[in-house]
């Protein structure tokens, strides 16, 4: 199994040229966050701002816009609930799903107006509670041929393909990757102490870096939302996601070497420093 190299974040960050504005550096919706989980959706928004998306929007609970804007003023925000969604789903390059959702019905009914809505221009990163979502009904997943990109940590991994954790294999994987997803061009992330990779076409490469201190709720939903950022200025390809997984593990590790734990949030403050230290500049 290859390894992530650290040439990848030079590989897939570029300097950015003077004459651009936010419009291209992507836009990113991430829908989360219900009553009891709207840290998720926080972090996974933190994540993404931080990696330096060019527009950041947020539907969630309605409860947490006061706690989302105290936090980060830079996102947008929309009630969940709001008929309005729809429309703005359409107007965005990438949309996270997942983080915080909960799997409630009305965030059931969220997941299949989001797979009823998606072209196939957008990328889908599909995390957390939205994956559960899906292992019960898959007819949530998109009608249409987008890219869908899955974070599943090993549990969400379970319930997603049936394989339980110890059989996980590489070829386990990759062979369930191709018969659940067989029309999203999919990229799975199964997250664990050492991340893997899995391209539709069935290579697969493993993330070297992270750490214990890195085991923290909430350090999944901050590489939702750094995924989701880098995809909206890099594009969807498998590089992309690879310089993603590789630059979260690399920000946790740097902390790991001073502090005991590692706080999600502290992830994504140390990214627009690593970008610029390690991309290609
Ligand atoms: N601040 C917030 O608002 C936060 C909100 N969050 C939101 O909570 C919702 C539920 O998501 P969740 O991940 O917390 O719960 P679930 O899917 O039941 O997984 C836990 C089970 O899986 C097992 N397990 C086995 N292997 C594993 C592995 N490698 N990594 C992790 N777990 C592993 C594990 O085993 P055990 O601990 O029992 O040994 C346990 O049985 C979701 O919407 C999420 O976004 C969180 O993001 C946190 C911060
Ligand atoms: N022991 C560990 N070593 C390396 N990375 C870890 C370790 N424990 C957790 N992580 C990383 O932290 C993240 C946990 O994701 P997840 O379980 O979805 O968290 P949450 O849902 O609480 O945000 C993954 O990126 C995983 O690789
Ligand atoms: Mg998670």
């Not at 004459?19 to 009891?36: A, C, F, M, P, Q």
């Not at 214990?212 to 750094?226: C, F, K, V």
Request: neutral net charge; proline residues 5%; contains cysteine.
């Amino acid at each position: 199994m290859d390894e992530i190299s650290p040439e990848i974040l030079q590989q897939v960050i570029k300097k950015r040229a003077s004459n651009t504005h936010k419009g291209d550096y992507g836009r990113v919706l991430l829908i989360g966050g219900s009553e009891n989980y709207g840290g998720a959706i926080i972090m996974a928004t933190e994540g993404a701002i931080n990696c330096g998306a060019g527009l950041v929007a947020v539907a969630t609970h309605s409860l947490n816009a006061a706690a989302l804007h105290a936090r980060n003023p830079e996102a947008m925000y929309i009630d969940w609930r709001d008929h309005g969604l729809s429309k703005l789903i359409k107007q965005m390059d990438v949309i996270v799903c997942g983080p915080g959702l909960g799997t409630s019905p009305f965030a059931q009914k969220i997941l299949k107006m989001l797979g009823q809505t998606i072209t196939p221009e957008q990328t889908l990163v599909l995390d957390a509670s939205a994956l559960d979502l899906l292992a019960l009904d898959n007819t949530l997943l998109p009608s249409t041929a987008v890219r869908i990109i899955l974070t599943p940590h090993q549990m969400e991994w379970q319930r997603l393909s049936q394989i339980q954790i110890p059989y996980q294999s590489a070829s386990a994987n990759a062979a369930a990757l191709a018969k659940l997803f067989p029309d999203h061009n999919a990229i799975l992330v199964l997250k664990s102490n050492h991340t893997q990779i899995y391209d539709p076409d069935g290579q697969v490469s493993v993330n070297p870096g992270g750490n214990p201190g890195m085991a923290m709720g909430g350090m999944g939903d901050t590489l939702a939302g750094i995924i989701g950022g880098l995809v909206a200025q890099f594009g969807s390809d498998l590089a992309t996601v690879q310089a993603a997984v590789y630059l979260h593990s690399l920000a946790g590790d740097l902390l790991a070497q001073t502090d005991y734990t590692v706080r999600p949030t502290k992830v994504s403050a140390l990214l627009p420093k690593l970008m610029k230290k390690y991309g290609g500049y």
